[in-house]
């Protein structure tokens, strides 16, 4: 499956699966609420060069805070190694519980 999940916010863990490593957020990276932060990855591992465009989803384990993952950028370059997510683009209160999906740009579940 083609995706990695970090937990972040006000309670991060780093923990990427398939074929990516996220840096940031991580454990000690935190994201802020309403603020600008910045999603860092390896883009240069064979690995992760093997899927040159991803869809970025947030998720949260808990249904009343999302209850399906949020698309907050349709297309991203690997390349890239990071972007910027405004307050625009993630508006999610402070909490605990939540993911970063790295998805197929064709297929979410994928």
């Known amino acids: 499956m083609f995706f990695s999940r970090v937990a972040l916010l006000a309670s991060l863990a780093a923990s ?28 240069n591992s ?33 390349f890239d190694c990071s972007k910027t997510i405004t307050q625009d683009q993630l508006s999610a209160p402070a909490g605990t519980g939540y993911t970063i999906l790295f998805a197929n740009t064709l297929n979410q579940s994928d």
Do not use: R
């Not at 808990?62 to 370059?77: E, F, S, T």
């Open 46 to 78: 064979a690995d992760a060069k093997a899927h040159p465009t991803f869809t970025v989803l947030v998720a949260n384990t808990d249904p009343k805070v999302l209850v399906a993952p949020l698309a907050i950028i349709g297309i991203q370059n690997n």
């Open 16 to 43: 990427a699966a398939a074929t990516f490593d996220i840096v940031s957020p991580s454990q000690d990276v935190w994201w802020v609420a309403k603020s600008i932060n910045t999603l860092t990855w390896d883009c």
